[in-house]
C-alpha cells in the first residue's frame, strides 16, 4: 500500500499535469475567439485553471491558516465555474437568446455567496458553514 506522501505527491503531479493542459486550451480558445464559445470556453477554463492552483497551494501550504486560506479562495472558482460551463454551453450551440444580460443574471448567485464570504458569514464560522464539512473532519 502506498503511504500518504506517495499518494499527495501523485496527487499534485495530476493537478500539474491539470494546470498544464488548461493553460493550453486557454491559449488555444484565445487564439479562436472569433469562433461562437470561445471566449466563454476560455473564462471556463481559466475558472478550471484557477481552481487548479488555489488546490495545489492548499495542499502545498506549511500551515493550517494558510492551507483554511486557499481552501476558501478556491471557493471562488467554484462558484463560477457552472456559470461559465452553461454561458460556454449556450454561446457554442448558438442559441438566440443567449445575451449578457442573462450572465449577469446567472452571476447572482454566485456574487451573493463571495459577498456572504467576504463578510466573513461563510468562512470565519467554522461551525456553521456548510464550506467547509471537509476541511474541519480531515
Do not use: H
Amino acid at each position: 500500500m502506498l503511504s500518504k506522501a506517495v499518494l499527495v505527491d501523485i496527487y499534485l503531479i495530476v493537478l500539474l499535469i491539470g494546470t498544464i493542459v488548461t493553460t493550453f486550451l486557454i491559449v488555444f480558445s484565445w487564439q479562436r475567439r472569433a469562433i461562437p464559445g470561445a471566449a466563454y470556453s476560455m473564462a471556463m477554463n481559466f475558472f478550471v485553471f484557477l481552481w487548479l492552483v488555489f488546490t495545489i497551494l492548499d495542499w502545498t501550504s506549511p500551515n493550517e491558516a494558510t492551507k483554511y486560506f486557499w481552501n476558501q479562495v478556491g471557493y471562488i472558482c467554484v462558484g463560477f465555474l457552472p456559470m461559465s460551463w452553461l454561458a460556454f454551453s449556450l454561446k457554442f450551440t448558438q442559441r438566440n437568446w443567449f445575451s449578457p444580460l442573462y450572465m449577469i443574471i446567472m452571476s447572482v448567485i454566485p456574487t451573493f455567496v463571495l459577498f456572504l464570504a467576504f463578510r466573513g458569514d461563510l468562512w470565519s464560522n467554522r461551525t456553521y458553514s456548510y464550506f467547509l464539512g471537509s476541511f474541519l473532519n480531515a
